[in-house]
C-alpha cells in the first residue's frame, strides 16, 4: 500500500477539520489506478467526539426559528451552485464518473437543499378549535436530537444532500459517515454549509468504517439513523439500530427490470436503456441491468438496436468531456464484476457484447470494463438474482406481460421498474399490480424529485419511511399533540370518572 502524504482526508468536528490518523485508508483516482489521498477512519473516540459536538449544538439549533434554519439552507443553494464546477471534479477524481453525470447527481442534491429551504411551512403543524367543549387541540413536529448518515460510494454528493439538509432543516443536528471509497466531496459540502452559516456543530462529517458506523448505531445519544448502501448492510444497520432503541431507514440495493411490450417505440427504448444500464457505469441503484422482452421479435429488435449503440460508445476517464462511461470505483469491484461476467457464461446465457478486454490507452491502471450484454439470461442464473452493479445488461425473454410482471413480483427487490408500451391499459396495470416503489411508463430512471420521496420495496428498503422528501419531514421529527383548556374564571367542574368524549 503506497502511503500518499499529499491529501489526507480528515474529521469536520465541531466546526474543525480534525486529523485523526491512527488508522486510514487509500483513496484511488479510478481511471488511473493511482492513490489520491489517504481517508482517515475514525476511531470511536472520535465519533464520539461528533456526536457530543452535535450534543451541544442542538438545544440552540432546536430553538432557532424554522425560517432561520431555511435562511442557511437558501444561502447553501447558493454557495452549491457556484463551487458546482469545483465539487462535480471532486466526485469524478474518486468515483469517475462522467462530468455531465457527476453535475446531474450534483444539481439532485441541491433541489434536496432547496427543498429543506421550505421548512417552515412544511414543519406546520395540524391544528382544531374546539375538539370538546372550549377545548383546542393541535399537533406539532418537533425534532428529534442528534440524527445520523451512512452513505454509499455511488453517489458522493447527492445521498448525503438526502439526508442532513431536510434533518437539520427540522432543527436535529447531524453526523454524516459518507463512504469511505470517495469522501472528498461530501467534507467539502459539509464545509461549505459552515459558509453558509450553519453553526459549528450542526453538522459533523466522520470519515471511517465499521468502527465508526457501529459507534453510530450503538450511542445512546443517536436518535435516529438514516442508511443507504447494499442490502446486506442495510439488513444489519436497521437490526442493531433498532435494538438500540433508536428509529431507521435502511436503504438496500435493486436489480431493476425495464419491460418492452410489443407495441412500444423501440428506438426510443433502446436510447433509454443505453443510458439506463450504462449510465455512471451500472453503479446506481436505479440502473436497468435487465430488460424483459416480451416476445423474440422484440428481443430481436432491442438487442440490433443496443448493439448498434454499445458500438458507438465511449468509455474512458470521466473528465474526458467526450466519454459516455468512466471506470468502475475500485479494482476488487472491477473483478467483481467481471466475474459475474465470467459466471453469466458458465451459466449458458449468450454474451453477445463482451467488454471483459477493453483497454483504455493512457489509463492502462483504471478499473476499466467495457459494457457487456447478454441474451437469454434465465431466473434462476446469479446474474439474473444477484446485484452486479457493473456495466452488464441481460435481455430476459418471455411471451406475455403477466409473465413480465410474476418475474419483477418474485424477485427478492423492489427498488425501481419501467414499462415501455403505447398501451394506456397495460401501463395501469402494470403500475397498480408491481411490487415495486418506483415505476416509471416509458420512463428509465423514474427517480422522483426531491419534494416526492424515494423508496424501494421489498429487501430494497427495511424501515417505513421513504428517503428525501415528504418522508423526510417526517423521519426527521416526532409529531406531539397538545390539547388544551383554560376554562373561564370562576367556572368549576366537578370531577368526571367517564372517558372523555363527545357523546
Ligand atoms: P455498502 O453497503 O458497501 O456501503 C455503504 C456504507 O456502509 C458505507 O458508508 C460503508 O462504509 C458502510 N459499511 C460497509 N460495510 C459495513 C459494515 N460491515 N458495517 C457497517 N457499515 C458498513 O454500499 P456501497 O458499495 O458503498 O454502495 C453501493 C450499494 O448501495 C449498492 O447495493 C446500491 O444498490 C446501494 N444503493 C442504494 C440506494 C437506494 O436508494 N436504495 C442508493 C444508492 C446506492
Redesign the pocket.
Request: net charge negative; hydrophobic share 40%.
Given at each position: 500500500m503506497t502511503k500518499n502524504a499529499e491529501k489526507t482526508i480528515g474529521h469536520l468536528i465541531d466546526g474543525q477539520l480534525v486529523n485523526d490518523t491512527a488508522r486510514t485508508q487509500p483513496v484511488y483516482n479510478p481511471a488511473t489506478g493511482q492513490v489520491s489521498g489517504q481517508v482517515a477512519l475514525a476511531s470511536q473516540a472520535t465519533v464520539e467526539q461528533a456526536i457530543a459536538s452535535a450534543e451541544k449544538a442542538y438545544p440552540a439549533w432546536r430553538d432557532t426559528p424554522p425560517l432561520k434554519r431555511a435562511r442557511v439552507m437558501s444561502r447553501l443553494k447558493t454557495l452549491l451552485e457556484q463551487n458546482a464546477d469545483k465539487i462535480v471534479a471532486m466526485i469524478t477524481a474518486e468515483h469517475g464518473k462522467v462530468l455531465p453525470d457527476a453535475h446531474g447527481e450534483l444539481q439532485r442534491g441541491i433541489e434536496n437543499v432547496e427543498y429543506a429551504s421550505y421548512a417552515p411551512e412544511l414543519l406546520k403543524g395540524q391544528h382544531s378549535r374546539n375538539v370538546g367543549p372550549g377545548i383546542d387541540s393541535w399537533s406539532e413536529f418537533q425534532a428529534l436530537g442528534v440524527c445520523a448518515g451512512?452513505?454509499?460510494?455511488?453517489?458522493p454528493a447527492m445521498?448525503p444532500l438526502w439526508m442532513w439538509p431536510m434533518a437539520v432543516a427540522c432543527g436535529n443536528t447531524f453526523v454524516l459517515?459518507?463512504?469511505?471509497?470517495d469522501p472528498s466531496s461530501a467534507l467539502y459540502l459539509a464545509q461549505l454549509a459552515l459558509e453558509a452559516g450553519l453553526p459549528p456543530g450542526v453538522l459533523n462529517v466522520v470519515n471511517g468504517?465499521?468502527e465508526a458506523?457501529?459507534t453510530l448505531l450503538r450511542d445512546e445519544r443517536v436518535k435516529a439513523v438514516s442508511f443507504?448502501?447494499?442490502?446486506p448492510?442495510a439488513e444489519?444497520?436497521y437490526a442493531e439500530g433498532c435494538k438500540h432503541g433508536k428509529r431507521v431507514q435502511a436503504?438496500?440495493?435493486?436489480k431493476n427490470h425495464a419491460v418492452v411490450m410489443p407495441d412500444a417505440d423501440i428506438a426510443n427504448a433502446v436510447n433509454a436503456m443505453m443510458g439506463a444500464a450504462y449510465g455512471s457505469c451500472g453503479e446506481r441503484?436505479m440502473a436497468v441491468p435487465l430488460i424483459v422482452c416480451v416476445g423474440d421479435e422484440v428481443a430481436e429488435q432491442m438487442i440490433a438496436g443496443l448493439k448498434t449503440e454499445i458500438a458507438k460508445m465511449k468509455v474512458g476517464p470521466g473528465t474526458d468531456g467526450g466519454n459516455d462511461m468512466g471506470p468502475l470505483i475500485t479494482q476488487a469491484h472491477f473483478e467483481k464484476v467481471k466475474g459475474y461476467v465470467d459466471q453469466g457464461v458458465k451459466e449458458g446465457a449468450k454474451l453477445l457484447v463482451d467488454g471483459r478486454d477493453l483497454k483504455v490507452p493512457g489509463h492502462e491502471g483504471g478499473y476499466f470494463l467495457g459494457p457487456c450484454l447478454f441474451d437469454d439470461v434465465k431466473p434462476g442464473m446469479v446474474i439474473y438474482k444477484e446485484?452486479i452493479?457493473g456495466p452488464v445488461l441481460g435481455i430476459v425473454r418471455v411471451k406475455t406481460l403477466a409473465e413480465a410482471m410474476q418475474l419483477i413480483n418474485a424477485h427478492e427487490y423492489g427498488?425501481g421498474t419501467c414499462i415501455f408500451t403505447r398501451d394506456g391499459e397495460a401501463a395501469r396495470h402494470f403500475s397498480d399490480h408491481i411490487l415495486v416503489g418506483m415505476v416509471g411508463v416509458n420512463v428509465p430512471l423514474p427517480v422522483p424529485v426531491a419534494y416526492h420521496s424515494?423508496g424501494?420495496w421489498k429487501r430494497?428498503?427495511f424501515g417505513d419511511l421513504h428517503?428525501y422528501g415528504p418522508d423526510a419531514v417526517r423521519f426527521y421529527t416526532k409529531r406531539k399533540t397538545i390539547t388544551q383548556r383554560w376554562p373561564s374564571a370562576g367556572v368549576r367542574e366537578g370531577a368526571v370518572f367517564s372517558f372523555p368524549s363527545n357523546r
Open positions: 451512512i452513505t454509499p460510494f455511488n453517489f445521498v459517515k459518507p463512504s469511505e471509497r468504517d465499521k458506523v457501529d443507504v448502501g447494499s442490502t448492510i444489519y444497520i436503504l438496500g440495493g435493486a441503484c446485484e452493479f427498488n424515494f424501494g430494497s428498503l428517503a
